[in-house]
C-alpha cells in the first residue's frame, strides 16, 4: 500500500504516539516477512528499548530505538500499520507486534507477505538492507530543483516509468504515483528518457511535485485511519476500462519492465509507436 503520500501521512502519526515509549513485548507472528540480523531470537532482543524516532527513508518506516538494534519495515505493496488496544482482535494478517505500555500495540499487517520487517544492528543496516544505502533526491524538498532532476534524467538511457521508480535516484515514487504523474505530464510510460524534450522534462519535473504534494494535501484532509489506503482520488491506477478524466478514451495497461504501467493511450500518446502494436488496425 504504502507509497510517498501514505507514509508522509502515516509515519507522523507513528512518530507522536510512539517516541518515549518503551518495548514491552515484541513478537514475530509471521515469519516470511521478517529478516532478522542478529543471533538468537531478534524480537526478545528489542525488549526494554525505547523509541527514539520514527522517520520514513525512501519507502522504509524507520524506527530508531534506544540500542543498538534498530526496526526497519519495508511495506512493500500491501504492508499497513495500526495503533490497537492489545485486547483488540488482531486481524489474520497480522506479522509483527510491538507492544508499547499501557495495554497498547503497533501491529504491522500485511496479507500479501511481500513486505518485510527488519531487526538489524543500525550499524549494519547500510549493507544489510536492499536499498537502504543510497536514497535518491527528496522529491517534496527544495532540492528538487529542475536543474537538479535534469541532471539526473540526462544520464537515464532507460524507459521513463522506470527512472521514476528508481528510488536511488529520486525519493520517491511507486508504481501507482508513477503512473499518475506520467498522466499529468501526457507521457507514454515506456517513452525512453533520452527522448525528452526539455519541455517535457520541466513538464515532468511539475508533475512530479504537483501529484505528491496533492496527494499528500487530499489524504492529510481525509485524515483516514492509520491502516487505510486512500486512493479514489487517482485518475488512472487501477482503471483500465474506465473512461480517461481528461478525453474519455479508455484507460489501458500495460507492462513496463516487470511492473504494470496504467495511462491514456490519447493523452499520453506513443510518439515512437514501439510500445504498442494494435493489431485490430494492422488487419485493415
Ligand atoms: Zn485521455
Known amino acids: 500500500m504504502p507509497e510517498r503520500p501514505d507514509l508522509e501521512y502515516v509515519v507522523p502519526i507513528l512518530s507522536e504516539r510512539l517516541v518515549g515509549r518503551g518495548v514491552a513485548s515484541a513478537e514475530a507472528l509471521n515469519p516470511v516477512v521478517m529478516r532478522v540480523a542478529v543471533l538468537g531470537d531478534g524480537p526478545s532482543q528489542l525488549l526494554g528499548a525505547s523509541v527514539e524516532a520514527v522517520t520514513r527513508r525512501a519507502h522504509f518506516v524507520v524506527f530508531t530505538l534506544s540500542g543498538e538494534l534498530d526496526l526497519v519495515v519495508h511495506p512493500m505493496l500491501a504492508g499497513r500499520f495500526e495503533l490497537q488496544e ?72 532507460d524507459q521513463v516509468k522506470v527512472f521514476l521508480m528508481d528510488k536511488s535516484a529520486l525519493d520517491a515514487l511507486g508504481n501507482a504515483y508513477a503512473d499518475e504523474v506520467l498522466f499529468e505530464a501526457g507521457l507514454h510510460p515506456k517513452a525512453r528518457v533520452r527522448e525528452l524534450s526539455e519541455e517535457q522534462l520541466e513538464g515532468l519535473h511539475k508533475a512530479i511535485k504537483a501529484v505528491l ?49 496504467f495511462f491514456c493511450p490519447t493523452c499520453q500518446p506513443d510518439v515512437k509507436g514501439r510500445g504498442f502494436v494494435d493489431w485490430r488496425k494492422l488487419k485493415r
Do not use: W
Not at 538489524?120 to 528538487?144: C, E, K, N, W, Y
Not at 476500462?241 to 481528461?246: F, V
Open 86 to 157: 492489545g485486547s483488540a482482535r488482531r486481524r489474520k494478517d497480522t506479522a509483527f507486534v510491538l507492544g508499547i505500555g499501557d495495554g497498547q500495540e503497533l501491529r504491522y499487517r500485511d496479507d500479501v507477505q511481500m513486505g518485510k520487517v527488519y531487526i538489524v544492528p543500525r550499524v549494519d543496516a547500510d549493507r544489510v538492507i536492499p536499498g537502504f544505502a543510497s536514497v535518491g533526491i527528496d522529491v517534496l524538498s527544495r532540492a528538487f530543483t529542475f536543474k537538479a532532476f535534469s541532471a539526473l534524467a540526462r544520464q537515464r538511457r
Open 213 to 261: 504534494r496533492q496527494a499528500r494535501d487530499t489524504i492529510a484532509r481525509r485524515q483516514p485511519e492509520l491502516s487505510e489506503k486512500v486512493r479514489d482520488f487517482l485518475k488512472v491506477r487501477n482503471r483500465k476500462g474506465q473512461p480517461c478524466p481528461r478525453c474519455g478514451t479508455k484507460i489501458r495497461a500495460a507492462g513496463v519492465h516487470g511492473h504494470d504501467a
